[in-house]
């Protein structure tokens, strides 16, 4: 069984620049979420999607956008990087509200 | 308010104590609870769904107080591994997890 897999580990942009993140689902699992965790908080809902549809959102602003493709992978995209973007990007899959699967996230520095 | 609340820590104990962990939480409609498990620089994983009968895994034993609105966990004979943070969580609506800011344990040898 394949777990969730993100990619990339590790990046750094700068500001006003656009960052894309990919995440690859675990076998099985139709629903993808992303959660932004910043240093020394937890994790917070920034958006989930369900058969290529965004099922729900948390308070992230338009610039934080995503997508869902046929075989459940995902992307998250994220415009006009602001500083406070910097953080740790995660991606979890589940199937339907079952238990949350996480990637080992994508570490984003914005300078 | 936070809908999820946690004392950050840290708690250092030593091996072979007893340590137990609270979290509040707000909106009393939630319905689902859980605790999940954050190492160093490493993604959360599953510890235990709460129940408010109380479940139990091995050392670890949860508990959900609906009138008081919060759930515990607790840790018997604390292990080197149980080192980690531990993040409170609730199910809001059907889709959205809300973590706490998450409690960090150090088992001191």
């Known amino acids: 069984e394949t777990g969730v897999t993100q990619s990339p580990t590790h990046l750094i942009k700068t500001r006003g620049q656009q960052v894309t993140l990919r995440c690859s689902s675990q076998?099985?699992?139709?629903?993808v979420s992303w959660y932004q965790q910043a240093l020394g908080q937890g994790p917070q809902f920034i958006f989930q999607?369900?058969?290529?549809?965004?099922?729900g959102r948390g308070n992230f602003p338009p610039r934080f956008s995503g997508l869902q493709f046929p075989n459940y992978s995902s992307e998250l995209n994220v415009n006009a990087l602001e500083l406070d973007d910097s953080a740790l990007y995660l991606c979890?899959?589940?199937?339907?509200?079952?238990?949350?699967?996480f990637g080992e996230g994508s570490r984003l520095t914005v300078l | 308010r936070k809908e999820v609340e946690q004392d950050p820590g840290p708690f250092n104990v030593p091996e072979g104590a007893t340590v137990a962990f609270n979290c509040t939480y707000s909106n009393s409609a939630s319905q689902s609870f859980f605790w999940y498990r954050q190492d160093c620089r490493k993604e959360p994983k599953l510890l235990m769904s709460v129940y408010s009968s109380g479940n139990e895994d091995g050392r670890f034993t949860a508990q959900l107080n609906r009138a008081s609105q919060y759930i515990s966990l607790l840790i018997r004979d604390s292990k080197l591994s149980d080192s980690a943070t531990y993040l409170c969580v609730k199910l809001s609506g059907t889709y959205k997890y809300i973590f706490g800011t998450g409690t960090r344990l150090k088992v001191l040898a």
């Open positions: 979890a899959s589940s199937y339907v509200t079952g238990e949350l699967f």
């Open positions: 076998s099985g699992h139709n629903t």
């Open positions: 999607y369900y058969r290529e549809e965004e099922n």
